[in-house]
């Protein structure tokens, strides 16, 4: 292996290996779910860190589980394979400590290039922040990200050289030790530089050293933070990369953190999508949990969530709270206020909402109108259709033109299977229809209100199902009986 060069100009992808530790209990979660399992943005806090190593380019995964193992596992295999990660797991039983849980994973990890340590439950880390840290382990050294917190109580303190009790230490003076929090003296815990319990090191070199660690601390765990010592006194260099923002190397133990850690990506989500040119009514109201791909001007209202992957054409508007999820809306389209779309697909400059449900399967052309307390699922709806209020269309076909009347309902179950509803091009169904499928409405048929279609209705006629209206003449309402 040769190590990579620094030289931006020439960069060549060092061999890297990651190591995710993810056996821990995560009991202040008070949860039956494993912690690293726990949602954020609507994925797994674990399939961040898998992701980010996969974006690193990482050659080999290899992550730590213990707790509820199991599950962990099925999760890993299924969304390394996803992204094309080459990921494996295993088994750390009884947790022992981080040194001990990564000396689990060092037969999985060849002897090649570099290894980067990172957690199940730390879900911020920012690519471009790892790939330095990469870079400045440079194939030779022990690389630390570390962050100076205001309150660094329960953190490891990176010691440096020349730290006394007094003296002030140079802040770029070499690492000499972590000192983790419950070993700490009082002066030590005076520290506020911590390791943020990342680091980027030699695989050769860990290697060796975990195989030296021992337990002889306030905890009786084996520390991986102790290999610092060890390569210092191996004389490899050790060096640190301080970053400022906390939050990149925020862990996740509570609800409490979980929720903080959320608000922070979705902030990060929001200012990327203005940063696009997207207009947000409010960045502090609206969750991304999944991919929103954004045309030119598209306008958000507050209160919106984005579910799986969604795409806005050119000009669309979302008005406020509504929910969108795996949904393509093309340009021009504008959803109003409270609409729910889920698997549709919306054609160029149509209208939804307010009050409006798209369900799977919903596929509207251009200009269709859906209005207020209307359901459509399964359905293909073609240009210019208008569904304006209070109807259901399940599993139909609908022409262009079509204007569907307030209450129509197409009865699309038996109880036992689903058929479909045709309706061809030009139809006009009156109000309070049911369509009883199979059934077809040919073209430029009309239905009178209060039909119920039973069997097909031929074009370019009215076809009308409805007792004949009569008049009583003389009739008079009852009056009350006096006792
Ligand atoms: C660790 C560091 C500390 C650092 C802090 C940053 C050590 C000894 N200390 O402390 O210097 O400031 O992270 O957050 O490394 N885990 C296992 N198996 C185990 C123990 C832990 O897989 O036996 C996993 C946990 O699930 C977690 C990660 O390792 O994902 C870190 O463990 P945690 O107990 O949170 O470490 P800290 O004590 O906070
Ligand atoms: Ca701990």
Redesign the pocket.
């Known amino acids: 292996w040769v190590p990579f060069m620094s030289n931006p100009s020439c960069v060549t992808t060092p061999y890297l290996q990651v190591v995710v530790?993810?056996?821990?209990k995560g009991t202040r979660m008070k949860s039956r779910i494993p912690k690293v399992l726990h949602q954020l943005a609507g994925k797994p806090l674990l399939g961040h860190v898998l992701t980010t190593a996969h974006q690193l380019g990482a050659q080999r995964c290899v992550v730590?589980t213990?707790h509820q193992a199991e599950q962990v596992n099925a999760y890993v295999q299924s969304e390394s394979e996803q992204l094309g990660l080459h990921a494996q797991v295993v088994l750390?039983s009884p947790?022992?400590?981080?040194?001990?849980?990564v000396q689990q994973a060092a037969p999985a990890l060849s002897d090649e290039g570099i290894t980067l340590v990172l957690?199940?439950?730390?879900p911020l880390t920012e690519v471009p922040t790892l790939q330095s840290l990469v870079q400045l382990c440079d194939g030779r050294c022990l690389a630390l990200l570390t962050v100076n917190m205001p309150d660094p109580s329960?953190?490891?303190r990176v010691k440096r050289q020349g730290w006394s009790e007094s003296a002030l230490v140079d802040r770029h003076a070499p690492v000499t030790a972590?000192v983790?929090h419950k070993d700490a003296t009082e002066a030590e815990r005076g520290i506020q530089e911590?390791?943020?319990?990342i680091m980027a090191l030699p695989t050769v070199l860990l290697k060796t050293w975990l195989s030296r660690l021992d337990n002889r601390n306030a905890q009786g765990?084996y520390?991986?933070?102790d290999i610092v010592k060890l390569a210092v006194a191996d004389n490899v260099p050790v060096v640190a990369s301080t970053i400022s923002d906390v939050s990149q190397?925020a862990?996740v133990n509570s609800p409490v953190q979980l929720a903080e850690v959320e608000r922070v990506l979705q902030q990060r989500t929001a200012l990327s999508l203005m940063n696009q040119g997207v207009r947000l009514a409010d960045p502090l109201r609206m969750d991304v949990r999944g991919q929103l791909v954004c045309e030119q001007d598209v306008d958000i209202d507050v209160n919106c969530v984005f579910e799986g992957d969604v795409t806005l054409g050119d000009g669309v508007s979302i008005g406020p709270n509504c929910v969108l999820k795996n949904v393509s809306l093309a340009a021009g389209v504008q959803v109003a206020a409270f609409s729910h779309l889920d698997g549709a697909q919306v054609g160029a400059d149509a209208r939804i909402g307010p009050f409006a449900r798209l369900r799977p399967g919903a596929r509207l052309a251009e200009d269709v109108h859906i209005g207020n307390f209307v359901e459509i699922k399964n359905s293909a709806l073609s240009a210019g259709a208008k569904v304006n209020h209070l109807s259901y269309v399940g599993d139909a076909d609908v022409g262009a033109k079509v204007n569907v009347g307030a209450g129509t309902i197409t009865c699309n179950y038996d109880g036992v299977n689903k058929h479909r509803t045709v309706i061809e091009d030009d139809a006009f169904i009156g109000s309070d229809t049911q369509l009883v499928a199979p059934v077809r409405v040919a073209r430029g048929a009309t239905l009178g209100a209060g039909t119920t279609l039973t069997k097909d209705a031929p074009a370019e006629q009215l076809t009308v199902s409805r007792a004949r209206q009569i008049t009583i003449p003389g009739w008079k309402r009852p009056v009350k009986i006096k006792k």
Do not use: K, P, R
């Open positions: 530790m993810a056996a821990g730590v213990g750390q947790q022992l400590g981080t040194g001990h849980a957690s199940g439950d730390v329960g953190y490891g972590i983790e911590v390791y943020s319990g765990e520390y991986l933070t190397v862990g």
